[in-house]
């Protein structure tokens, strides 16, 4: 019913930058909140950062100051901005968005397929 679509993982160096973007398409309603997470190898999935429709922001303390997540919310889009890139932060960046359905107006968690993020130092 919806689809979360990734772009613009890839392969940087160190104190490089990376912009992701997440497209939702379906039936949508609305969109409540958008986000992205990560999970790197061996280790639990963990927040990165997340935006509400109100626009407030929350980040993970280890991203605080160099990443930035926005959202489009006329193309349904949420982006995340990633600036002085570490090691640390290598990853599958998976978006997610609670949607609400057009069909039954209640509202639906869904997650992308997630986009690989590697850091080489």
């Known amino acids: 019913q919806v689809q979360l679509v990734e772009s613009g993982g890839g392969l940087v160096q160190a104190m490089g930058s990376l912009r992701l973007s997440c497209a939702a398409s379906?039936?949508?309603?609305?969109?409540?909140?958008m986000g992205w997470f990560r999970q790197a190898p061996g280790k639990q999935r963990e927040l990165v950062a997340i935006i509400p429709s109100s626009g407030s922001t929350r980040y993970a303390d280890s991203v605080k100051g160099r990443f930035t997540i926005s959202r489009d919310n006329a193309k349904n889009t949420v982006y995340l901005q990633m600036n002085s890139l570490k090691p640390e932060d290598t990853a599958v960046y998976y978006c997610?968005?609670?949607?609400?359905?057009?069909?039954?107006?209640?509202?639906?968690?869904?997650w992308g397929q997630g986009t690989q993020v590697t850091v080489s130092s």
């Open positions: 379906g039936s949508i309603f609305s969109i409540k909140v």
């Open positions: 997610n968005a609670v949607v609400v359905l057009t069909t039954t107006k209640t509202p639906w968690v869904y």
